[in-house]
């Protein structure tokens, strides 16, 4: 069975940082894709950043060089460093993988974790 396990959100005053975590079970993370979504209240669900199998990494315009994809594959977790947080931050976080190889296309989400930016 399959399973992703988000964990480090939480409050935190804007200006701070918090370090989020997706831990995998069942697959192996580096076989696919990995990214992280974020789905505020009366929002659209966003990516805000992914990374490859090769370690290439993207991100949302709205990260602005202020997140931090990555993976550790011996403790089969990716991790998002945010820093510089502000309010519109506040959000549900998703941990989400996409493996193409082989075939069928699987995907995967975790439940969830808190973030709240707020003073």
């Known amino acids: 069975q399959v399973q992703l396990v988000e964990s480090g959100g939480g409050l935190v005053q804007p200006g701070g940082s918090l370090r989020l975590s997706c831990a995998a079970s069942?697959?192996?993370?580096?076989?696919?894709?990995e990214d992280w979504y974020r789905q505020a209240p009366g929002k659209q669900r966003e990516l805000v950043a992914t990374?490859?199998?090769?370690?290439?990494?993207n991100y949302g315009n709205f990260v602005k060089g202020r997140f931090t994809i990555s993976r550790d594959n011996a403790k089969n977790t990716v991790y998002l460093q945010m820093n510089s947080l502000k309010p519109e931050d506040t959000a549900v976080y998703y941990c989400?993988?996409?493996?193409?190889?082989?075939?069928?296309?699987?995907?995967?989400w975790g439940q969830g974790t808190q973030v709240t930016v707020s003073s």
């Open positions: 990374i490859s199998r090769f370690g290439t990494t």
């Open positions: 069942g697959i192996i993370f580096g076989d696919g894709t």
């Open positions: 989400h993988t996409k493996i193409s190889r082989p075939l069928p296309v699987r995907e995967y």
